[in-house]
């Protein structure tokens, strides 16, 4: 069964090893390192140290999908706007062993739960690139539909990102 906790530094290690290379990692981050590769204590100072650049302290929320055999994913929920109606879900990565079964749907399916029935957000949000269909498809089957698009610049290119949303259900 998977669960979803508040993130700890211990955590950082194994999420980090994660991205083998600098494309996995960009579609993971996007622009929010300056570099690839970085290190457990680079994540550690962004989420702890800095409270993910956030200027609120109560609008960040690290989360980390485990199971009995260990951590399996990650992500983050914050608010988006003061009257935290609204949140966005980013830093989204499934352990590169285990994608492909589920943990990345069920993953998501637990922070909706999370935003709308702990939280009360009443739409949550999230980006994903289109050169990533894995994820795209993940999103979808958990209920997410598309209402915008824009280019990030990654690598050297444009990348199309897909800005996707999920509405609390009445």
Known sequence: ML???QYKPEDAATIVSWCRDEES???WTSDRYESFPITAEDMNRKYIDNNGD???PDNFYPLT???DNGIVGHLILRYIGADKKEMRIGFVIVDDSRRGKGY???MIRL???YAFDLFKAERVTLGVFDNNPQAYSCYK???FKEFSEREVFLLGENWRC???ECRRQS
Do not use: N, P, Q, V
Request: net charge positive; hydrophobic share 40%; aromatic share 8%.
């Open 3 to 5: 669960r979803l906790r």
């Open 25 to 27: 990692f960009r579609k």
């Open 54 to 56: 956030c200027e609120e």
């Open 65 to 67: 999908a485990f199971d």
């Open 104 to 106: 990345g749907r069920e």
């Open 111 to 113: 922070a909706l739960k």
């Open 141 to 143: 089957a958990a209920g």
């Open 162 to 164: 897909i800005d996707m």
